[in-house]
């Protein structure tokens, strides 16, 4: 099952501090400059959705030919944007929460500080498995 | 995220953190043993309330915050809750604790170590009790702080202990 997805998560200071390729179609370099493209222009959108609603599930707020941004808000306003093909619309709400688990526990790291990139291999790992059960 | 840790412990390591801060590493400064109490009780708070709001919709305004720090938050850390909030709509906040529990083993004999626990009783504070007493309330100050930040709301956080074991902190959130 080919699918396009890009990953991001940027804190509440709109700094990036996590982005994969997490789709399994095969990666071409300038489509994951566009992606990223995409992800950032919609910040704006997400910022205006996320003071109308108290659920932390935003779904899809934006539209890019074939391609649909989702994006899941914390407490915190961290916000973890998907960039996905409508093919894959299911158990995107799973991956966010379960993603959002792992975030919680870089957060507990006393070593982390919060807002700088998230480095750890470990993370990657995980959340290119979670990806590839859910998307 | 689900191993459990007994209570005497965490009172244990508090106390022996406000104590070696004050006495120790910075025995003659007493305002910077302060500031580190409370910027370790700030990362303790910023990363507590992520980890506690994870499963509830976020906020809609700075009341709805407060309360979740006087009733989820506050049952977590201390199985209880704030048993008073005030609030002169203008952003100052009293948060009124009747009964804290870090301070129901404070010892009030000036003459003792600070770092035995004992029983409280309600006479009059010796001065260095009442030093210990104000260090150790920095430590929940910061915890306050770092999860209203985390929130969202900067704000300053400073206790008021006039009658133990009551305290109150008061909120006052900077526009």
């Keep these: 099952m080919a699918s396009t997805a890009c990953f991001v998560i940027v804190s509440k200071n709109d700094i990036p501090i996590y982005d994969a390729e997490v789709g399994s179609a095969p990666k071409k370099e300038d489509q994951a400059y566009q992606h990223q493209f995409i992800l950032h222009a919609a910040l704006d959108v997400v910022q205006d959705l996320a003071w109308t609603t108290n659920a932390m599930s935003l779904k899809s707020v934006d539209r890019f030919n074939e391609l649909v941004v989702s994006v899941y808000v914390t407490a915190g306003h961290t916000r973890f944007m998907l960039l996905h093909d409508t093919r894959t619309e299911d158990g995107i709400k799973s991956f966010f929460q379960e993603v959002h688990e792992l975030y919680i526990k870089i957060f507990l790291n006393p070593l982390y500080l919060p807002g700088s990139r998230i480095t750890s291999s470990h993370f990657d790992t995980k959340v290119r498995a979670l990806a590839r059960k859910y998307l | ?75 977590e850390l201390f199985k209880k809750q704030i048993d008073n909030l005030k609030t002169n709509h203008r952003g100052t906040f009293v948060l009124q604790d009747n009964h804290f529990p870090w301070l129901t083993r404070v010892s009030l004999d000036p003459s003792m170590e600070s770092t035995d626990a004992t029983e409280s009783d309600s006479a009059s504070l010796g001065d260095t009790a009442a030093q210990t007493t104000t260090m150790l309330l920095y430590f929940p100050c910061g915890i306050i702080r770092g999860a209203l930040t985390n929130l969202g709301i900067t704000c300053a956080v400073s206790a008021d202990m006039s009658n133990l074991p009551a305290c109150s902190f008061v909120v006052r959130i900077k526009t």
């Design chain 2, 1 to 75: 995220m689900g191993r459990e840790v007994a209570e005497s412990c965490l009172d244990g390591v508090v106390m022996e953190m406000v104590s070696a801060y004050c006495s120790r590493f910075y025995a003659a400064k007493p305002e910077l043993a302060a500031g580190r109490i409370e910027a370790i009780g700030f990362q303790v708070g910023h990363q507590l309330s992520e980890r506690y709001t994870m499963d509830r919709p976020r906020f809609s305004d700075h009341l709805e915050a407060i309360k979740f720090i006087c009733k989820d938050f506050w049952s």
